[in-house]
């Protein structure tokens, strides 16, 4: 089954709890700290397959998750580290953030990997914190939370040639009679609803990829008949081969049907209008198709397009458009030239402020920030001496100017994270 688009979740393990421990053994009443880290959650990981062509694969499973990291142990042992999940896509994948829109990778390279949700980080064991004015520390760090994203994956099929035209005029036939490809082909519209890739072999050392992709109809920039879905697998293309029906057999005017389709390619994406586009002028095999051809290759030649006369179904004239494409596309940018490659968006940080205050009411006040936001996830607040660690770094990082600065008084009442207090100067 064809998917070219799903939307899912991924989850990067949470990382393990760092643990308060003390040596205890024969003979040593009071030995130091020594409760070890907690492991790193695993990674989710996109890893580029070259054998797959679909992300039909997705489309069962709501959300992908890795492991999580195990907490520490005393003496000094760190928790084993989360099982990272790699999850194999085509060729061509775009990775997007379903919450915002942004694209977050671009993913084309066999083998080619990205880390989509990176693993939370194992908190830190008492033993990390043991210092000269500090020897007995009884606190240590929780893990901290993996990654969470909403996706949207989208595949754009990577073609040398893409094949343009209307329905029914021939374009699954060609990529059979050049390629092993074997489309589904029938004497009716829309036979092809999925594109279809073919390896076209010029002698023992040069190929290149052909795509069929579903015919266009009018509208098809807007989404006419899925027409803006069939579109963008043309983006990912060097070239384009223009198929027309030459014979009108179907009462319809191949000039007419030849500047349509160009238009909706405009319509869709200038780029895609500007790459080099050879034009097929099939069904020769057929009388009304002879009888026409003389009129409509001069109108399109006059217009500068290269034209080849072929039958698709017999073959006549193939040969000569196949070898001259495989020409033409030794003087083009090969798809890696043309900026097909991994484009990474750096993941906004909301917080704008590394700590400040935020006053609620005329009497109530909440410290914020990316350093109490990083603290609170890695504090422990049912211990004592996890709080009064993070206070200490709050106060170390200048909250008391920060508050006075603020106007808090006497008898305020002061939030930070889950905590509440009375304020006393």
């Known amino acids: 089954m064809f998917i070219d688009e799903v939307e899912f979740k991924v989850k990067g393990g949470d990382g393990g709890d760092g643990v308060v421990s003390f040596r205890r053994e024969k003979f040593i009443d009071k030995g130091g700290p020594d409760g070890g880290d907690g492991g790193d959650g695993g990674d989710v990981i996109l890893k580029v397959d070259e054998g797959l062509h679909t992300l039909a694969d997705f489309r069962y499973k709501n959300l992908y998750d890795a492991g999580d990291g195990k907490n520490g142990s005393g003496k000094n042992q760190t928790g084993r580290q989360g099982k990272e999940l790699v999850l194999k896509v085509p060729p061509g994948t775009i990775v997007y953030d379903d919450d915002n829109g942004a694209r977050m990778a671009d993913l084309t390279d066999p083998g080619q990997k990205f880390i989509v949700a990176h693993g939370g980080r194992g908190g830190r064991g008492n033993a990390r914190f043991k210092k000269s004015t500090r020897k007995v520390p009884k606190f240590a760090e929780q893990g901290k939370k993996g990654e969470e994203y909403s996706l949207r994956?989208?595949?754009k099929v990577m073609a040398d040639v893409g094949l343009a035209g209307f329905p029914n005029v021939?374009?699954?036939?060609?990529?059979?009679?050049?390629?092993a490809a074997r489309p589904k082909i029938a004497s009716y519209h829309f036979t092809t609803l999925k594109p279809n890739l073919g390896v076209v072999k010029l002698g023992d050392y040069r190929s290149f990829v052909m795509a069929d992709i579903p015919g266009l109809i009018e509208g098809a920039h807007k989404g006419?008949?899925?027409g803006d879905e069939f579109l963008r697998h043309l983006e990912r293309t060097r070239m384009l081969v223009h198929v027309i029906d030459v014979s009108g057999i179907e009462g319809r005017n191949p000039l007419a049907d030849f500047d349509i389709i160009n238009k909706e390619i405009k319509n869709y994406n200038k780029s895609?209008?500007?790459?080099?586009?050879v034009v097929a002028l099939n069904k020769i095999d057929i009388t009304s198709a002879r009888k026409n051809l003389p009129e409509v290759k001069e109108n399109l030649e006059d217009r500068g397009y290269k034209c080849f006369p072929?039958?698709?179904?017999?073959g006549e004239g193939v040969k000569d458009l196949i070898y001259y494409v495989g020409e033409l596309l030794k003087e083009l940018p090969s798809l890696e030239e043309k900026g097909f490659i991994e484009e990474v968006i750096i993941k906004e940080d909301?917080?704008?402020?590394?700590?400040?205050v935020e006053k609620i009411s005329s009497d109530k006040y909440e410290i914020k920030g990316k350093l109490v936001e990083e603290y609170i996830e890695?504090?422990?607040f049912s211990n004592n001496a996890a709080i009064q660690r993070f206070m200490r770094i709050l106060r170390h990082n200048n909250l008391n100017n920060l508050m006075k600065k603020e106007g808090i008084k006497e008898g305020d009442t002061v939030v930070?994270?889950?905590?509440?207090?009375?304020?006393?100067?």
């Open 350 to 356: 909301f917080t704008e402020k590394y700590l400040y």
């Open 170 to 179: 021939g374009k699954s036939t060609l990529v059979a009679k050049v390629s």
């Open 153 to 155: 994956l989208e595949l």
């Open 378 to 380: 890695i504090t422990d």
């Open 224 to 226: 006419v008949g899925l």
């Open 310 to 314: 072929i039958s698709a179904v017999t």
């Open 272 to 277: 895609l209008a500007s790459l080099p586009q």
């Open 416 to 425: 930070i994270g889950p905590m509440e207090y009375e304020y006393i100067e």
